[in-house]
């Protein structure tokens, strides 16, 4: 254009024409995430520069601001607080579900408080985000120019993570917003591998088929998610999956812990998400200040590095889930989380129902898996060619070297080569390249290996590009991979309904009569009548204990290692089949290395003592004040000898009876008030005299009045006798006889305190159940001989049981008790069978 030259301009056109240029900008290069990586471009880039420079997880960490510059100066050239922000909330792991960036140094806090300048803050990429650019050197992806024509930048990454619903997005841009909730890994993964079994009929599938894999969003700070907005409301999570829009109320967590005084405490332990701690605990004191919410005594904040937990001290003359009623009324402690699914498809802006993403992100991986095998295939055909050269050369090596020698240049030597031995150019340079070294015999063994790998990879990349049910296989195996590697519980619990016009105390504790199951490999579950208890005879897990409770008890846990963690009964999962729960360990600070070895319910009306009994006889007792309220976290109740584990832990009243049962078939009957109770962390006392190194307890319980103490054989044998008939004995004796064990018998394996009407559900090794009553057993005195309940298979023992008020099994032929079918592959509960160091009193 001519300098001093003025153009006029219809003003009207020129600003539709620039603000549409600005608007596609800001949407396709900004502030929406593509709907194959999950990622916009910043964070792309930002992963791609780390990519560049090395920065991988086992590498040293390097400078924010140097990752920074480089991100500025290759690709993408705006303001550098910006590209540093975005670093930073990759890193935040209350921000993202599964960060993409490992920082070193400040990175901020749930409290709101910033970042450290990037000069004093470091970081490389986290695992997953080196994950998400595997194979992007196979031309996995389209490149296009940076800004300045110089470099090559990947329009998408290969992402072996489905990111856009793991970790989630948000950003706003011109005349449209995306607010993705995060995921959790685990259950995407399902419903991706879910889609790719059904890829034929994919119509077919529903969003109420995916959302028995993804219950719901989940937040890396946790809390509540309500199904529903209303008691009578439709299913909010299921309509913003079937329409890519809607909103969902999310909730804090807390719980009301009890003090001395019959003062109350609030324990808020998670926050809704993007809620900030800070501004939260400001909002309460002002409240309070202005008369709002009354009955506050103290405000603190007692978070650590073990987790959040906020405390609200109440007078006495409030009800303290009123306090919390208000306190999700007025404050963020319950809010809104709108979702918009919506992302960029072939570059242009679309909201997507939740099928529609995982059929985007899965076509992506088939197309990156598609372009990995052709790659390979190339390059494998490509070494396949020059080793078929290379064994040419060693066949007729004399011939070679011969032409080599008689050849005045490298040039006729290559022109020579091809004439006499047709071969090609490729492979006459890799002879003549080719070392003396490589003459060896082994060396000419490992080109003869190397070239047989190389025709099997070959076919099986040419099989696998010519069948879509072997690429299918293939990004499933990969996913497989990725859940293994990196899935995890949820952190976010989905409940069904909230009122949101009024929350009442009755909403937070429901008062309601339920029955504990417990499995024996530590799979915990509710259910609301006895009647509904669904105990086949080839359960998913064999039955540990059935407890009666209440929705506003605490359930209280123990491992063998003597530490135990605590629940709201109300918490826990609905079943009606006992394996078929939530692990103890998902809901705990517990491992799954971890046992269960007992557990029992207290009420809000419970009082007295804890009495507790390892397998090598040690008892231990303690008062039930000692134990601390509700806690996920484990605390040391009784320190246990390596050699030993805590087997029983139960609620007694300070003048009860306590009966220890062992494997050789003796009892002790004694009262608990011949265990002095002892502090938290100590040990116990001996409890019994075993009477071998390789006998231990196989039951302990507390003495009911006009009961029976039942026991069972290894081999069926059981027999059932009154309390009446053992004597009440001093701690640490040798007890009764409780059951002579027979020739055929190895041990005592189980032993019930139960009246006659209740019901015994007897496990076995091979992982099947059989249900009596306890009157269906030879009944009579201690030394009335065990009669066989139960007929065991050779390979089959007895290895557990536990009674409750439950309708029996009807007998079958007129038999009480008849053989149960054998099902195999069930891990068997704790032995007691084992070798015991000798314990002093």
Do not use: C
């Amino acid at each position: 254009m001519e300098i001093g030259l003025v153009q006029q301009i219809d003003i009207d056109q020129e600003m539709r024409e620039s603000y549409l240029s600005y608007a596609m900008s800001v949407i396709v290069s900004r502030a929406l995430p593509d709907a194959r990586d999950g990622l916009k471009p910043v964070q792309r880039r930002i992963l791609y520069a780390m990519y560049d420079m090395g920065l991988r997880p086992d590498t040293p960490y390097r400078k924010s601001a140097r990752v920074v510059g480089e991100v500025l100066g290759k690709y993408h050239p705006h303001g550098d607080q910006s590209v540093y922000d975005a670093m930073v909330r990759m890193a935040q792991d209350f921000s993202m579900r599964y960060p993409l960036v490992d920082g070193q140094g400040n990175f901020g806090s749930i409290d709101g408080d910033a970042a450290a300048a990037m000069r004093y803050t470091e970081a490389r990429m986290a695992r997953m985000g080196f994950d998400m650019l595997e194979d992007i050197d196979k031309n996995t992806v389209d490149y296009t120019t940076n800004f300045d024509d110089s470099l090559k930048e990947p329009v998408v990454l290969p992402a072996t993570i489905p990111n856009l619903l793991v970790n989630g997005s948000s950003g706003i841009a011109v005349g449209m917003a995306t607010s993705i909730p995060p995921h959790n890994l685990g259950e995407v993964v399902d419903a991706l591998k879910y889609m790719l079994d059904a890829w034929d009929s994919l119509d077919d599938v529903s969003v109420s088929d995916l959302m028995k894999f993804i219950q719901g969003p989940d937040f890396p700070t946790g809390g509540l998610i309500f199904r529903h907005r209303g008691k009578d409301d439709a299913d909010a999570i299921a309509s913003a999956y079937a329409t890519g829009r809607g909103r969902i109320t999310v909730r804090a967590k807390a719980h009301v812990e009890q003090m001395e005084r019959n003062k109350s405490r609030i324990v808020i332990t998670e926050l809704p998400y993007q809620a900030n701690k800070t501004n939260l605990l400001g909002r309460i004191a002002d409240l309070h200040r202005d008369g709002k919410i009354e009955g506050l005594t103290d405000l603190r904040d007692e978070s650590d590095r073990n987790g959040m937990r906020i405390i609200l001290e109440t007078t006495r003359t409030v009800e303290p889930e009123d306090v919390l009623a208000e306190l999700f009324r007025q404050t963020p402690m319950q809010s809104t989380f709108s979702i918009s699914l919506l992302a960029l498809v072939n570059g242009e802006p679309r909201v997507l129902t939740l099928k529609q993403a995982l059929r985007v992100y899965l076509e992506h991986r088939l197309e990156v898996v598609r372009r990995r095998s052709e790659y390979d295939l190339d390059k494998a055909r490509q070494r396949a060619h020059v080793l078929e050269g290379l064994l040419i050369a060693l066949d007729n090596l004399d011939e070679v070297i011969d032409t080599i020698r008689r050849s005045r240049t490298v040039e006729t030597a290559r022109n020579n080569l091809i004439k006499r031995f047709s071969l090609t150019e490729i492979q006459a340079q890799a002879i003549l390249d080719m070392q003396l070294r490589r003459l060896a015999a082994l060396e000419r063994r490992k080109l003869q290996d190397e070239y047989k790998e190389k025709q099997q990879l070959i076919a099986y990349l040419e099989r696998l590009l010519g069948s879509p049910d072997l690429m299918r296989k293939a990004v499933k195996e990969e996913l497989q991979a990725v859940r293994e590697t990196y899935a995890d519980p949820r952190r976010t619990q989905v409940v069904n309904s909230s009122d949101e016009i009024t929350i009442t105390a009755t909403d937070l504790l429901p008062d309601e009569k339920v029955w504990v199951l417990i499995g024996e490999k530590g799979t915990l579950a509710r259910t609301t009548s006895p009647e509904m208890i669904d105990i086949p005879r080839k359960p998913a897990e064999v039955p540990k204990a059935i407890l009666e409770a209440n929705t506003q008890d605490v359930l209280y846990l123990f491992a063998a290692n003597g530490q135990g963690v605590s629940l709201p009964v109300y918490q826990l999962p609905q079943s009606r089949e006992i394996g078929q729960g939530t692990h103890w360990a998902d809901l705990t600070g517990f491992t799954r290395r971890n046992h269960l070895a007992a557990a029992f319910i207290r009420t809000p009306e419970s009082a007295g003592y804890v009495f507790m009994a390892t397998l090598g006889g040690v008892v231990k007792r303690i008062t039930l004040d000692d134990l601390p309220g509700i806690t996920t976290e484990p605390f040391t109740v009784m320190n246990v000898a390596e050699e030993d584990a805590l087997g029983w832990a139960m609620l007694t009243g300070g003048e009860d009876e306590v009966v220890l049962f062992t494997a050789a078939g003796q009892a002790i009957r004694f009262k608990e008030a011949d265990v002095r109770p002892m502090g938290l962390p100590a040990g116990g006392v001996m409890g019994i005299k075993l009477a071998t190194d390789v006998d231990g307890l196989v039951a302990a319980d507390v003495v009911k009045p006009d009961s029976y103490f039942w026991s069972i054989t290894d081999n069926g044998l059981a027999k059932a006798t009154a309390v009446a008939e053992y004597p009440t004995q001093g701690r640490y004796g040798q007890g009764v006889i409780n059951l002579r064990l027979p020739k055929d018998a190895a041990e005592v394996v189980a032993a019930v305190v139960a009246a006659e009407s209740e019901t015994i559900i007897i496990s076995t090794e091979t992982g099947s159940v059989k249900k009596l009553l306890l009157k269906e057993t030879a009944i009579g005195s201690r030394s009335i001989k065990p009669r066989t309940v139960l007929k065991i298979g050779p390979r089959n023992r007895v290895t557990g049981a536990v009674s409750m008020t439950l309708r029996p099994e009807p007998a079958e032929d007129g038999e009480a008790a008849t053989q149960m079918p054998l099902l195999a592959d069930a891990e068997p509960p704790i032995s007691t069978n084992k070798k015991r160091q000798k314990r002093g009193k």
